[in-house]
């Protein structure tokens, strides 16, 4: 019942910026946590930035100090805002929310995914 949609990539050079927007709809309330993952060719998904159930953020070690997680609750909307982007930035980045049931078990639900890619 949580519906995400991704919005905002596209094609920058090295050192540009982009901001990405997640849309959540449908079951909003029931989402405890939300964050960006994302996945390269050939490479797992991983988290890029998430808020955690309990509202702590975190970030990869690979954006941190360019990239920046927020939400506007009015607009059930989370973003993020990327800066001097790297080639090695360049992926699918998926939007995420998760569900817990339990005290360590949840529901998934993620976007379409949008496609980001940094020219050099």
């Known amino acids: 019942q949580v519906q995400l949609m991704e919005s905002g990539g596209g094609l920058v050079q090295a050192g540009g910026s982009l901001r990405l927007s997640c849309a959540a709809s449908?079951?909003?309330?029931?989402?405890?946590?939300i964050g960006w993952y994302r996945q390269a060719p050939g490479k797992q998904r991983e988290l890029v930035a998430g808020?955690?159930?309990?509202?702590?953020?975190d970030y990869a070690d690979s954006v941190n100090g360019r990239f920046a997680i927020s939400r506007d609750n009015a607009k059930n909307t989370v973003y993020l805002q990327m800066n001097a982007l790297k080639p090695e930035d360049t992926a699918v980045y998926y939007c995420?929310?998760?569900?817990?049931?339990?005290?360590?078990?949840?529901?998934?639900?993620w976007g379409q995914g949008t496609q980001v890619t940094v020219s050099s």
């Open positions: 449908g079951s909003t309330s029931s989402i405890d946590a």
């Open positions: 995420n929310a998760k569900q817990y049931y339990r005290s360590t078990s949840y529901f998934n639900y």
């Open positions: 808020f955690r159930k309990g509202g702590s953020i």
